[in-house]
């Protein structure tokens, strides 16, 4: 395994398109982030789930924002009706959750992101 | 309300030098976490460090170094002799209680290394 992915690297789109991006988490990790990033600041927790189970999502995430991960593998995060707002980084994170043992209790492992331009 | 400060938006330092990054954090909670993380320019989020809030040892990882400490609540973190590939943004990130599901960052130091 070689980390957590992310596709599409880039993505452009014009006002008002639906856009969707994926998240592969490493393989034995149970749980899965989203954050989102703007220039010049640190990530903004979007949402996160325990398995298939989506269990705290931000203030932040609109009702235009929908992350699913319908087997507990990997997720999607859609944006519909795309404003330029939404303009910004993409981030996918995954680690054990904290009872899981081990040493890597509660590291967040991200993937490169997928870097959001909204026309 | 949890909060982590980067004060320091930018430093410039000349190859070689040893250069400190500022991290404080605000919690109300006894039981927190604290991290480093390392963006380089390619943009993925690297991991170097986790501090959990009974641990005040200070860590030395090579040229790496963190000082912890509760009585000011800053989790300070020094590079020594620093290399141009130490340019990148870090970031201090704090997690609270036992759930730990959520970081929150600092708006992040960019460290440029100039050769």
């Known amino acids: 395994d070689t980390g957590v992915s992310q596709n599409p690297r880039h993505k452009i789109t014009k006002r008002g398109q639906n856009v969707t991006f994926r998240c592969d988490p490493i393989s034995e990790h149970n749980r899965l982030y989203w954050y989102r990033q703007t220039l010049g600041q640190g990530p903004e927790f979007l949402t996160y789930?325990?398995?298939?189970?989506?269990?705290?999502k931000s203030r932040l995430l609109s009702d235009r924002f929908s992350a699913e991960r319908p087997k507990g593998s990997f997720s999607t995060l859609e944006i519909q009706r795309t404003e330029q707002g939404d303009s910004a980084m993409y981030l996918c994170?995954?680690?054990?959750?904290?009872?899981?043992?081990?040493?890597?209790?509660?590291?967040?492992?991200f993937g490169p992101g997928t870097r959001l331009t909204v026309l | 309300a949890q909060k982590v400060t980067q004060a320091q938006t930018e430093i410039s330092v000349v190859e070689k030098e040893d250069v400190t990054l500022d991290c404080v954090y605000e919690?109300?909670?006894?039981?927190?976490?604290l991290f480093w993380y390392k963006q380089p320019p390619s943009g993925e989020l690297v991991f170097l460090i986790r501090r959990n809030s009974f641990d005040e040892q200070n860590e030395i990882s090579g040229r790496y170094s963190w000082n912890f400490q509760k009585s000011t609540s800053s989790f300070n973190f020094t590079i020594t002799a620093s290399q141009v590939v130490d340019s990148a943004v870090y970031f201090c990130a704090l997690s609270e209680g036992d759930s730990n599901y959520q970081l929150i960052w600092g708006a992040g130091t960019k460290l440029i290394i100039k050769p």
């Open positions: 919690t109300r909670d006894t039981t927190y976490y």
């Open positions: 994170a995954s680690s054990t959750s904290p009872h899981s043992g081990g040493s890597s209790y509660n590291e967040q492992f």
């Open positions: 789930f325990q398995n298939e189970a989506q269990l705290e």
